[in-house]
């Protein structure tokens, strides 16, 4: 088999994981119900999808010390839900960046623990704390849900993403790579569309460029992950989560320029 093949085979690998388009779309269909439902449903939602991403993100990334890393993530999604629901600010977003200091933290006293000569030291700790940003992206579409239109604003990010994840696996795998950002772009353009067009709203160019940058986003995410090579069905879920969850910072921003 050649190189490009090769290359070909292993970026294709995870975007095609039936595992893996399941994880996504589950996530999808939670946090964008709970959007709908309420701000507390949409953190529990993304909270549930957390701890699932906390036990298989260091698989999918090859971590050392997997456990150790996996507990990190979980208690910081924990504390991330705990002040987006429990929070005398409004929304809990002005607690979120202190939880995800904590966070960081944890990572690198996790470290410091490690018995095995800290082997990987730099790829852990980058590991880490990308899984971190992956969580608190995650969370702020559930800050955005409680909003006016913030339950539009996560049907479009985290939509988008989800579709793009299911675009992914439906090219043509010698084309999947250069295809995967107009078609990012593309549904997420419509998905915009739809939903503004769905709330009758004034904002509808707010929804469409939020549907634009998630699509190239979670693209971009896609693009990354999709370099790992794993057979683990704990990592093919993470992957699927994280292509999703790692577009909810812009419901936040759209969010906050409807309501500015």
């Known amino acids: 088999m050649s190189t490009a093949s090769l290359t070909e085979s292993t970026t294709s690998r995870l975007a095609t994981s039936p595992l893996a388009l399941l ?5 999808a269909a939670l946090v964008i119900l709970g959007a ?3 701000g507390d449903v ?3 939602a993304v909270l549930a999808a957390g701890l699932t991403f906390a036990w298989g993100w260091p698989l999918l990334l090859r971590l050392p010390r997997t456990t150790g890393t996996s507990l990190v993530l979980a208690a910081t999604a924990l504390g991330m839900a705990g002040v987006v629901v429990f929070s005398g600010d409004e929304d809990g977003m002005r607690s979120l960046s202190v939880v995800l200091a904590v966070g960081l933290v944890l ?3 996790h470290q410091l ?4 000569g800290r ?9 880490a704390a990308f899984g971190l940003v992956v969580l608190a992206s995650g969370m702020l579409s559930a ?8 339950d539009a604003a996560v049907a479009v990010a985290v939509g988008a993403a989800a579709l793009g994840l299911l675009a992914d696996a439906m090219l043509p795998a010698k084309h999947a790579v250069e295809w995967s950002w ?6 997420g353009v419509l998905v915009g569309l739809v939903v503004g067009l769905i709330d009758g709203d004034l904002s509808l160019n707010i929804l469409l460029l939020t549907g634009l940058l998630a699509g190239f986003v979670g693209a971009a995410v896609r693009r990354v992950l999709r370099l790992l090579d794993t057979d683990d069905p704990a990592g093919q879920l993470s992957y699927g989560i994280a292509a999703v969850l790692s577009t909810g910072v812009l419901a936040y921003a759209a969010q906050y320029l409807i309501n500015r």
Do not use: E, I, K, N
């Not at 800050?143 to 913030?150: F, H, K, L, N, S």
């Open 119 to 127: 082997a990987d030291l730099t790829v852990s700790l980058a590991g």
């Open 36 to 38: 709908y439902a309420g």
């Open 42 to 44: 949409s953190a529990y």
């Open 107 to 109: 990572a690198f006293l």
């Open 143 to 150: 800050g955005a849900a409680p909003y006016d239109q913030g």
């Open 113 to 116: 623990v490690r018995t095995d």
């Open 182 to 187: 107009p078609m990012g772009a593309l549904l």
């Open 23 to 27: 994880a996504g779309a589950v996530t």
